[in-house]
């Protein structure tokens, strides 16, 4: 990136920040849900893998939290898009693929947060993991959520709402209970576990877990996350190129 790119980033995290609807969608709805459904005393009793239940459903929510993160950082583009500021951007000597650069490092430094939230009120709460699987599994969430940011670009660029995030929304929450983030895959029976395979969130969840559990298919959900990754990122610079050659 540009230094003028690297100047932005703190720049358009302060100002993600300060969106409250922002913070409370990818910040603490992530960690209410855990602790809603993850502290019953039976779970933190419950061995899953080399933890514990409560351990296993923080990750999922980390993921959760890492996906809804992600994606809005990416859709911030249609807010933009909207106001008119990345018109405005184009007459300045910042590149176009430095802008989306900028908004994908947003992105991940943002799901990088709210893991880390994540993990934190788990720890507190009685999540149980190996030294290994705490560092392994929140990275492994952080990292394949990448396929999230690309989507959120690739929406940002395909719908004209401000609200966007009110639209993706409900969209991420299908998602994660299809692809096994609320209720493990094994437990929705074999068509919708069938289903959830071709779900963009089921190689994330699969691999975040992967350190922890030591369980499934890691080769196709490894698969399914660059899938998905590759799908949403030639969406995203498709919408890109479209909207850059209105200027």
Request: hydrophobic residues 55%; contains cysteine; aromatic residues 10%.
């Amino acid at each position: 990136m540009t230094a003028i790119a690297i100047g932005m980033v703190p720049l358009e995290l302060r100002r993600m920040l300060r969106n409250k609807r922002t913070v409370i969608f990818t910040l603490v709805l992530p960690a209410a849900f855990f602790l809603l459904f993850g502290t019953a005393g039976s779970y933190r009793s419950t061995a899953a893998g080399d933890g514990n239940v409560t351990g296993y459903i923080m990750v999922s929510m980390a993921v959760y939290g890492a996906m809804l993160a992600t994606t809005s950082g990416g859709a911030m583009v249609s807010i933009e898009r909207a106001a008119g500021w990345s018109r405005q951007l184009r007459l300045t000597p910042l590149k176009p693929t430095a802008y989306i650069a900028v908004k994908l490092a947003l992105a991940m430094i943002i799901g990088a947060v709210s893991v880390l939230v994540s993990f934190a009120v788990g720890s507190l709460a009685g999540a149980q993991l190996p030294a290994a699987a705490w560092v392994g599994c929140g990275l492994l969430a952080w990292l394949c959520a990448l396929v999230f940011a690309a989507f959120g670009l690739f929406m940002g660029y395909l719908l004209p709402s401000e609200n966007v995030m009110q639209i993706l929304g409900p969209v991420l929450a299908v998602l994660a209970f299809a692809g096994g983030l609320f209720v493990p895959v094994d437990q929705l029976g074999h068509t919708f576990a069938t289903i959830a395979k071709f779900t963009p969130v089921y190689g994330v969840g699969e691999i975040a877990r992967y350190p922890l559990v030591h369980d499934g298919t890691l080769w196709l959900a490894v698969l399914n996350v660059v899938a998905w990754t590759a799908i949403f990122a030639a969406g995203a610079m498709w919408r890109f190129r479209r909207d850059t050659a209105r200027v």
